[in-house]
Every structure is written in C-alpha cells, then in structure tokens.
C-alpha cells in the first residue's frame, strides 16, 4: 500500500510536466492542427534562460520563471511570424520538416551555448515533506507541481473564455475561413497561440527540472515530448483539461502499472506512452475528451 | 524550351550524352576509391576535413534508409518519421547473425529484409487509420523506444545492452581482384599519380575498397529495384495515395495492400542501410539510432529533394559529412571557437532544413535540375517507343497525365539524376 | 448606418405589411472584376453595382462563378478590376480590413462555427465593434429569432441547418454592415425553411434598410425579395434588369424557373 502511495505521488509529480507540455502542444493544435514538434525543445531553452536568470543575475527563481516565460513567449512569437505564417496552414509536411527543424537547431543552440554538462536548477517550491502515509511521503514539490498545473490550466481557460483575443482564438480554431469574415487578423490570433504556448511550456520545463532528483541538460526534453504527446492525445489533441488529465494518466500509468506488471521492464516506459498513444488514435482518435473532428487529410 | 540544348530521347546526342556520362561518374568513382583509400583530408582555414571511404560508406548506408523515405514519404505521401528504429534494427540483426552464427554478411541480409519488411508492414496496418500528423508522431515515438528496446536486460546477450554488440568484419577481398595492379596503374600516371600513394595497398585499404565497393553495388541494386516500382503499376498506385487517397481508393487501388506494401519496403531499405552501417562500423551501440537519427533521416530526405531517387543520394552525402565536418572545424573566420566546439553541425542541419523548405522545396536535386535545364533538355518520343508506361484500364485523366509526366521526368534525366532509364 | 440592427424589433417581424424604401446612392460599384484561383482565371470582367437599401440578386448555374465574386469582393481572392464601396476601392484590400469598412459576408455552406456557443458565435460577429451596445443587439437577436436564445449556450454545430443560417445571418449582422453579402442562403434548407427565410431576409432589409447582395441558384425565391438581379454565365454578366421584368424574362424562366 505504501509502496502504491509512493508511487502514486511520483506519477503525479511526473504527469504534472506532461500535463503542462501537453497542454502547450493542445494550445497549437487547437489553432491550426499542427503539432510542434519542438515545443519541448522551446522549453528547454526557456528553463535555460531562468536559469540563467536566477544564477547568474540573481533573481528570485519565480522572477525569473515569469521573466522566461516571457522571453519565450516573445521567441515563438517570432517563430510563428517568420516560419510559420507563410505557409499554408491546412499543408503539413512544410510545417512539420520546419518544426523538426526548429527541434534540430534549438537543441544545437542551447549545447552550443551553455554544454552538455547538467546543471541543477534552483528549487522553485519549499523543500521537505507535506504528509507522510507510511513510508510514502508527499513532498512539497509534488504539491507545488500538481497546484501550478491546475492554475495554470485554470488561467488558461479563463483567458481563452474571457478575453476578446481568447474569443478571436477559439474563433479561429473553429473555422478560420469564417472567422477572418468577421474582421479577425487570423495571423496574429496564432501568434498569440504560439506565445501562449511557449509560455506554457516554458513553466512546462522550469518545473520538471525543478525537481531535486533532475538536472537541466539540452537534450532533458526529448523523451518528455513523447510522453506529452501520448497525454494531449488521450485528451483529444484539442482538449485543454483532456490533455492535463492525460497528463495524469500517463504519470501514473508510467510509476504505478510499469514497475507492477513484472513483464514491462522499467525501462519500457516510454515503449508504454508509445503504446497507448497508438491504441488511443487507433481505437478513439477523437481522445477521450476531444471534440470529434476529423483529421483533415 | 529555352534550354541551349534541346535533343530528343532516342536521339544520337541524347544516348550519347548518358552513355559518356555514366563512364565518365563510373570512373571518378573508382578514381574516388583509390584515392581515398586511405583517410585523406583536405586543409581549409587549418581545419582537416576527412574524405576517407568509411565516410563514404556510411553514406551509402544513409542513402539506402532515406530511399526507403522516399518510398514511404516522397512517393506514398505518409508522415514516417521513425526510420531510424529499421535503421537500428537491421543493424543489430545483421551483426547478430554475423557475430552470433557466423552467417556472412550478405547472407544476414536474407534475414534482416524480410523481418524489417514484415515489421514495418505491421506497423504499416495502424497506418490505415492513423493519418498525417498522428502517424508523424506515433513513428517518432518509435523510434525513440528503439535504444530503451535494445537495452532491455532480457535482450542483453543478443544486444549488448548499453555497451552495443560489437562485430568484425569478414569483408576481405577476394584474392583473384588485383586491386594492388589496378592502384599501380593509378600511381604510374603522371602528374596525378601522387594522389593515389605509393606501393601495394596495406590490407585495410584493400578491405575499405572492397566494403565501398560492395556497399555501393547494393546501393545501386536498391535504386534500380525502386526505381522499377515507382514505375510500376504499384508505384502508380502509391503516388496517387499520396496525391489523393480517397479518389485513389474511388479509381481501384487497394489502399490497405499498397500503403502496407509501401511500409514494408521503406522498412526493408532502412534495414539494408542499418546493415551497411554496422558492417562499415563494427558495432551497433543503442545511442547510434535515436530520434536524432531518425529526424536526421528527414533532413537527409528533404535536402536531397522529396519524391527524387537521386535525393536520396545527395541526402545521405549531407547527413554523413556536415556533422562530421562541422566536428573537424575547429577554427573558422569570423566565428568565436567556443561555439565551434558545440554541436554546430547539428545546428546546420536545422538550419539547412527550414532553409531548403523556404527556398528550394525540391531539395538539391530540384535544384540542379532547374540549372541544368537551363542548358540541355532531352524531350521524351511520343509514345511509340515501348517504355512509356501505359495507364492501368481503370486510371483516369488525371493518372495518365503524371504516367507521361513521369515519363517525361525519367527521359530528362542525367547520369546523375533520377530513375535511370535502363 | 446606424440604426442597421436597432429596429429589428419582434414587432417589427410580426407585422406583415411592408414599409415603403428608399433606395440611396451607389454603395458598390463593381467595373471589370477578374479573378480566379492561381492559373484558373473563373471572372472575366464583371461589372455590376448595388444602391443603397437595396436588395440585389446574383443568378448563375453551378460553377458560374458566383461564389467566387463574392469572395473577390471579401478580399479573399487576388482579382483585379475596380470595386468602389463608396469611395474606397476594395481591390487589394484586406480581408479583416474590408469587413471593418461595413462589407459582412455569410459564406456559402453558411460558415458556423461548429465548436463555439451560439452566444459566443454572435460575439464574434461582434468582433470589430467596440461600441457598448454589443449585449443590447445579442438580446434584440434573441427576441427576433427565439430559437437562439432557447440554444444559446449549446454549441452552434448542434442547431438545424435552417438554424445555422440565421445564426450565420445573425452574426454578420452583429457586425452592423453597410453591405451584407449572402452565398447561396437556400442551399440545402427545405423548401419551407427558406420561404421563411427569405421572408426575414425581406424583412430585415425593410427595418433596418440593410443593403444586400445575395448569390442564388433559388431564382423564383431570390427574385421575390429582390430590387434588381443580374444573371452570371461563366464569369460575365448575361442579363440584368428588376427583379419583375427578370421574373417574366423568357430566357431566365426557362434556364432557372424550370418554366
Ligand atoms: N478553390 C478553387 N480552386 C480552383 N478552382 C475553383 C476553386 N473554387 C472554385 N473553382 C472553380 O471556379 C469556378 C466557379 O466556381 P464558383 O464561384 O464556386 O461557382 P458557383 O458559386 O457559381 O457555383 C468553377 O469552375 C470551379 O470549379
Ligand atoms: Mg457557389
């Protein structure tokens, strides 16, 4: 039982990360039925510059999450503006090559810049435990990760359905053609989705490296970008709260059946994300949550 | 039309023209062979950048992997991303035979092809239903299982586990080649024999001759074998899956035996790539075939050109030589050194990428093409002539419109370029 | 144009008797339009206009060309030619900046969006406005066509089709045109579905002196509401005159009143 415990709250701590990638990657589906492949690594190079940030300027850590979110934020931005827009956003093989592009280049960068060496990251929650069940302990991290998933999800969700750019965003991702008829400038409403998402994703990474068990090296959001993705499809790639609870799910899945089911060696739990991603697209590709929309082919 | 040169397909020029052509690329190639047989390097800016064989050889292997894209990607118009996992698995099954059972290499390959078909046909099956960007990401997420998959602990004496399956090389020439003559004959000519060295071969240059030269047979076995069915009946088939895939299934193509069709031999290829590679190599180590391989692949496939043969070539020239040259800069005008020593070469492959997407979506060889048609243009005969493919009864306009397209690309072609004519 | 979307009152659609209208100056002006898609050239030199109050019907077989003229005059096609709305040309404006200038345009397929609420489709309608009378037009739409209000918090793809095109109606009035533009209303709607839109179709052009051009393949119906029309064969303009004397043109009676 304690042991179900421990891990339980390991797979919470886990699919808080995915949770927040996945709902990045949800953020630009939505828009424009594209996935990013290099949301993770956008992230990656977020945390980076907190980092830096707190270390070397010596910002209070939570200043300078905020701050690099920002920087990433205006970074996809510019992404969206120069390499995205001037295609045609129904034709996805040019978007995909540019955002495995991206994926190859911003990896690049971030070794070029700052090494392969990992670096530890400041603690971004009090350190200790919370609550102790037996011999399974909640620490204050897994609280701060869990909380800060689900404002964020809730912030999200209130801008999408408060704001007027939030309005003009769920227009376009509805129907474009009808949107730009009402007078909306579909250009920028997807640079804000970009922005939006990078910022998100950004906090994505700050907090799976936050973890004390973790460093931050430019290839750590590789494999997190698989597991994201499986979790934004068991939500139905268009569900915001979908993709947090299958970010979720894919924690638990990942620390709690893993290690119980003897035949799934440990190291299999990416094979696993793989797997239910393939079952889920197979046998309910509109997710568990999404709208049923059929892939454009 | 407004080339210098406009000669028609059975014309003497024309024939001539591929005839010297080809001779010409058949003897740089060999003069390549000879030259490079042992690791040369050229100077630029006190930078040595090798242009050895084994280079060379592990381009072949890429060549072979992205023209299995091409067949998955460029002609079936699927988003296969994980090509790296056939890659990775055909190299530890080759040198699994090869070390475990002693099977000689070509023989491994009559194990490694069919089970990487077969594999990538399964995989091929959730294709049916998978679509588009799904199926991007779901062969992405493959193929970065492939290095966990090897390590597992119950493969671990097949595998090698972290620390890869090592294997030595049984290519050794057969006595009856005089490769040592044929490097004399080299070195005797004036002026340019200086360039090939001097004396006999030492035995691993004679070995590096011999891989090259095998491996760049197979190549050419496996560019000839696609090239046959992209224009096949099948080929037909699996261009109009990618043009359209419901008015294909509407005008008679059996979507679910040509795309698994399509899968399976993409797999395949990428197997017969994986083997060259561990046979040049000596080992498979599982960090070799990750997702960085795989999107590697895609670079090679878009730089070289989408939907071309030839792309496939010039793809796995850029994805063998920029890392490694990129590696060997170490110095450069104009550029601080401590950013030469990180992973630029992997920054200009991504570069390169969205690059080419912008510029020139048809890859270099799209490229070259435009410069060359600038100069000479083989226009194809009328149908008369017996290599026109005809369309299938079914096929409408529009198919039979790309069969004379398709021609017409074919008879355009150089040496060099796609799909060679014979 | 400001008092567009005020009057429409559930009086107003109750009662039957029509008001007298004016028609006004030249609103669209439309000289030698082209246009097409990439190397298909579909327009070759239409010319045409529309007055103020107006209603104007576009006639034309399938793959005339109608809905194409329509989305020349939205921006959403490279054309060239002139297209004075007032005094500005509309040739190689914007999309987003033509519907600010007064142009809305109910796409053909009526172009809901299916995932948002009916209340939030109204609000994009909405979209350019930043006057505060947005809350108070919303509810005047709801007492005109109740079925609205009864749905608004469903999700707009969940309505009829006849639904969905006065919700598409709706919110291209939210945005208070001096022009609305309507691809083919009738398309797919059961017969007495769209008497009955036509019906407020006229109605609303009469309360709120709506200009209109509407695109129709339905002449009979199209002609009833309308002042004028023009026929469009294979992207120029055949024959033009009022609605009555286009109503007993033999030619049109025979090519779309199946007479
Ligand atoms: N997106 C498009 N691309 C190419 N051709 C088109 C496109 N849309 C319409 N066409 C062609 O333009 C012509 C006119 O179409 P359209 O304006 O839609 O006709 P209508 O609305 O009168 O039925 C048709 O021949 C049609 O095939
Ligand atoms: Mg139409």
């Known amino acids: ?297 | 039309m407004s080339a210098r040169f406009i000669w028609s397909a059975n014309s003497r020029e024309a024939r001539t023209y591929k005839i010297v052509g080809w001779t010409l690329f058949v003897i740089a190639l060999v003069l390549f062979t000879f030259a490079y047989a042992d690791t040369a390097q050229i100077e630029i800016f006190g930078n040595g950048y090798a242009l050895s064989l084994p280079r060379a050889s592990k381009a072949i292997a890429f060549m072979i992997a992205i023209l299995g894209l091409q067949v998955v990607v460029g002609y079936t118009g699927q988003l296969v991303l994980g090509q790296s996992f056939f890659f990775g698995t055909g190299a530890y099954l080759g040198a699994y035979m090869v070390a475990d059972h002693n099977w000689p290499w070509v023989l491994s390959l009559l194990v490694v092809v069919p089970v990487c078909f077969i594999i990538g046909a399964i995989f091929g099956l959730p294709a049916l239903r998978i679509k588009g960007l799904y199926l991007a990401l779901v062969t992405l997420g493959l193929a970065a299982t492939f290095p966990s998959i090897v390590q597992l602990d119950a493969l671990d004496e097949y595998t090698g586990g972290a620390s890869g399956k090592t294997v030595s090389s049984d290519l050794v020439p057969p006595s009856w080649l005089p490769l040592d003559g044929i490097s004399s004959i080299f070195q005797n000519i004036p002026f340019f024999g200086q360039y090939f060295g001097e004396g006999d071969l030492s035995s691993s240059e004679s070995e590096r001759i011999w891989k090259f030269f095998l491996f760049t047979v197979l190549l050419a076995i496996c560019i000839w074998l696609v090239s046959n069915l992209i224009k096949s009946r099948s080929g037909r088939a699996l261009r109009a899956i990618r043009d359209n895939e419901t008015s294909a299934a509407v005008s008679g193509v059996n979507l679910a035996k040509d795309k698994t069709l399509s899968f399976g031999l993409a797999s395949a290829l990428g197997g017969v790539g994986g083997v060259v590679y561990v046979a040049e190599l000596g080992i498979a180590s599982p960090l070799d075939f990750t997702q960085l391989l795989a999107i590697n692949f895609i670079v090679g496939l878009v730089v070289g050109g989408v939907g071309t043969l030839s792309g496939a070539v010039v793809g796995g020239i850029v994805i063998a030589f920029i890392p490694d040259w990129s590696a060997s800069t170490e110095s450069f005008p104009g550029i601080p050194e401590r950013w030469l020593q990180g992973p630029t070469g992997v920054f200009i492959l991504g570069a390169l990428l969205i690059l080419l997407t912008f510029v020139l979506p048809g890859g270099v060889v799209a490229g070259m093409r435009r410069i060359k048609g600038r100069i000479l243009q083989i226009v194809p005969q009328p149908p008369k002539g017996a290599r026109v493919p005809t369309p299938p009864d079914g096929a409408d306009a529009e198919l039979r419109h790309e069969a004379d397209e398709i021609t017409a690309g074919v008879a355009a072609n150089d040496p060099l370029t796609d799909e060679p004519k014979d | ?259």
């Open chain 1, 1 to 297: 039982m304690d042991l179900f415990l421990a891990r339980l709250f390991d797979g919470l701590s886990n699919g808080s990360t995915y949770a927040l990638i996945a709902l990045a990657l949800v953020i630009i589906y939505k828009a424009t039925t594209l996935i990013n492949f290099a949301q993770g690594e956008m992230a990656m190079f977020g945390a980076f510059v907190v980092l830096v940030l707190a270390t070397e300027q010596g910002l209070p850590i939570w200043v300078a999450v905020i701050l690099g979110m920002v920087f990433s934020a205006v970074a996809a931005a510019g992404i969206e503006r120069v390499l995205i827009r001037p295609f045609d956003p129904y034709d996805h093989l040019p978007l995909v090559i540019v955002t495995l592009g991206l994926f190859l280049s911003i990896t690049a960068l971030a070794g070029i810049i700052w090494r392969f060496d990992p670096r530890a990251f400041p603690r971004m929650y009090p350190a200790g435990t919370a609550l102790t069940i037996g011999n399974a302990t909640l620490t204050w991290y897994t609280v701060g990760v869990v909380a800060t998933v689900l404002i964020v999800a809730g912030l999200v969700t209130l801008l999408l359905n408060t704001t007027k750019i939030g309005l003009a965003f769920r227009a376009v991702s509805s129907n474009i053609e009808s949107s730009e008829l009402a007078g909306i400038r579909v250009g920028p409403t997807l640079q804000f989705g970009w922005a939006l998402a990078a910022a998100v994703g950004t906090l994505g990474a700050c907090v799976f490296v936050a973890d004390p068990i973790r460093q931050l090296e430019p290839s750590v959001m590789v494999r997190v970008l698989i597991f994201a993705a499986s979790a934004a499809a068991i939500g139905g790639l268009d569900s915001l709260w979908g993709a947090v609870i299958g970010g979720l799910v894919i924690g638990m899945v990942q620390s709690i059946i893993v290690p119980y089911v003897g035949f799934i060696p440990n190291e299999m739990s990416l094979a696993t994300a793989v797997i239910v991603l393939m079952l889920v697209l197979l046998f309910r590709p509109s997710g568990l949550f999404g709208t049923a929309r059929v892939e454009r082919v």
């Open chain 3, 1 to 259: 144009m400001s008092e567009s979307a005020n009057d429409i009152g559930s009086d107003a659609v109750a009662t039957d008797s029509p008001r007298a209208k004016t028609i006004g100056d030249t609103l669209l002006d439309v000289k030698d339009l082209h246009g097409g898609y990439g190397p298909i050239r579909v327009l070759h030199g239409l010319d045409f206009h529309v007055a103020e109050g107006e209603v104007v019907v576009i006639l034309g077989a399938n793959g005339a060309g109608k809905t194409t003229t329509l989305r020349a005059l939205s921006g959403k096609l490279d054309a060239t030619g002139s297209v004075m709305f007032g005094d500005e040309d509309l040739i190689s404006k914007k999309t987003a900046d033509i519907v600010r200038m007064g142009v809305a345009h109910v796409p053909q397929g009526r172009g809901t969006l299916p995932e948002l609420s009916v209340e939030d489709n109204l609000h994009v309608g909405a979209y350019i406005r930043k006057d505060k009378e947005v809350r108070a037009d919303i509810d005047r739409w709801y007492d005109v066509y109740p079925v609205l209000k009864e749905r608004r918090h469903q999700r707009a793809g969940s309505l009829s089709g006849g639904e969905q095109q006065m919700l598409a109606v709706a919110r291209a009035l939210m945005s208070r045109p001096k022009l609305l533009l309507l691809d083919e209303p009738s398309l797919g709607l059961a017969p007495l579905i769209v008497q009955d839109l036509f019906e407020r179709f006229r109605r609303i052009n009469q309360e709120t002196g709506t200009t209109m051009l509407v695109v129709e393949q339905n002449a009979q119906l199209a002609l009833s509401i309308a002042d004028r029309g023009y026929v469009i064969e294979s992207g120029t303009i055949s024959i033009q005159g009022n609605a009555h004397e286009l109503m007993h043109d033999d030619a049109i009676r025979k090519a779309y009143l199946g007479v």
